[in-house]
């Protein structure tokens, strides 16, 4: 008897260590796969939140930088995405999307002296940050992907708008 439950014990250990090694290595095979349909669902996303700022007086900055993004961790730590110059006195809106994975998507800005001016921490997978610097100079966006679904890696990509 003891013999049959060791070799079913093992089997079972077998087959649970297997189940996590598929489930660890899910996120990384899924970064394998066709990323392009994760950029679309964040680009989707996005374009949601261009069109409603448009609708709020806003539009992307011509014949400038305007987008930025990457292929993210679930992590509590902050990535910067890019660094542009602001104008003091212009306002701006920071917008944030992740693809269908992405749960909670966050951005903030930060000064030329690594100091937080403004975030979006709410609890989704859309951040969306008014700001209007006090003065002209280098900023920094950057996002995190705070939560996503069953942890996997997800697309997550940024525009900058400003008021017309």
């Known amino acids: 008897m003891n013999r049959i439950f060791s070799v079913r014990g093992f089997s079972l250990g077998v087959c649970l260590v297997s189940v996590l090694a598929v489930l660890g290595s899910a996120s990384s095979a899924r970064a394998q796969l066709k990323q392009g349909k994760y950029i679309t669902q964040a680009s989707t996303r996005l374009a949601k939140l261009v069109d409603a700022g448009n609708a709020d007086g806003f539009s992307l900055h011509n014949n400038s930088f305007s987008l930025g993004g990457g292929w993210l961790k679930k992590s509590e730590k902050w990535i910067p995405i890019y660094s542009v110059n602001l104008t003091a006195g212009k306002k701006y809106r920071f917008l944030a999307s992740g693809d269908d994975d992405a749960k909670d998507v966050d951005l903030r800005i930060m000064d030329a002296n690594g100091a937080q001016v403004a975030i979006d921490e ?22 995190r992907l705070y939560a996503s679904n069953m942890d996997f890696d997800a697309v997550c990509i940024s525009a900058m708008m400003v008021a017309k």
Do not use: E, L, W
Not at 122 to 132: G, P, R, Y
Not at 135 to 143: C, E, F, L, R
């Open 122 to 143: 709410s609890t989704a997978a859309d951040a969306v940050v008014n700001f209007t610097p006090k003065t002209s100079g280098k900023y920094t966006v950057q996002i």
